[in-house]
C-alpha cells in the first residue's frame, strides 16, 4: 500500500504534520541514523530502492530516488541501485520534522519496518531507551517510535 500523502520538498505544509508534541528530538533523529545501515539492507532486499530507480510512483520516492540512492554493480556485475547510509543520514538532519515524519512512514507503508532495521544494524550506538522499545516490540514501526516520549 502506497503512502497517499507526498514529501513536500518545496516547505508547504503536508496533510498529517506532526504535532508539537511530536517533534522529532535529535536523541530519535540519531536513533534512526543509527539504524541506517539496516534500513538500506532492507531497502536492497526487497528490491524496494531498485523499483524506486525504475519508476518513482509519488513525490516521497522522487526525494528518495533524488536525494538516497546511489547506483553501482552488484558482485555478480548486474546493475543495481542502493540506498545510501550517508545521504540518508545527511537527510535526516537536513529536512523538517514534517518532511522527516513523512518519509519514515513510508517505509512503514512499505514494510520496511523500524524493528527490521534495527535488527538489520551493524552496531547501534544508542540509548538504552531506544533499544528496549524495538526489542521489547513497543516500537515495531517508525510512525510508533515517533509516537514515543
Request: proline share 3%; with cysteine.
Amino acid at each position: 500500500m502506497k503512502m497517499q500523502s507526498k514529501l513536500n520538498v518545496e516547505g508547504e505544509t503536508h496533510p498529517n504534520p506532526p504535532d508539537d508534541e511530536m517533534r522529532i528530538t535529535q536523541e530519535k533523529k540519531d536513533f534512526i541514523k543509527a539504524i541506517a545501515s539496516g534500513l538500506s539492507v532492507r531497502m536492497t532486499m526487497s528490491w524496494r530502492a531498485d523499483e524506486i530507480a525504475a519508476g518513482a510512483d509519488d513525490d516521497i520516492e522522487v526525494y528518495i530516488r533524488d536525494n538516497i540512492l546511489t547506483s553501482g554493480k552488484s558482485m555478480t556485475g548486474s546493475d543495481r541501485h542502493w540506498f545510501s547510509t550517508d545521504k540518508f543520514c545527511a537527510a535526516v538532519e537536513q529536512l523538517t520534522d514534517g518532511k522527516l515524519y513523512e518519509l519514515l512512514l513510508y517505509f512503514d507503508d512499505v514494510e520496511v519496518l523500524l524493528s527490521e532495521a534495527f535488527d538489520e544494524s551493524e552496531e547501534v550506538d544508542a540509548p538504552r531507551a531506544y533499544e528496549e522499545l524495538v526489542e521489547k516490540r513497543s516500537a515495531v514501526t517508525f510512525k510508533r517510535f515517533l509516537e514515543q516520549k
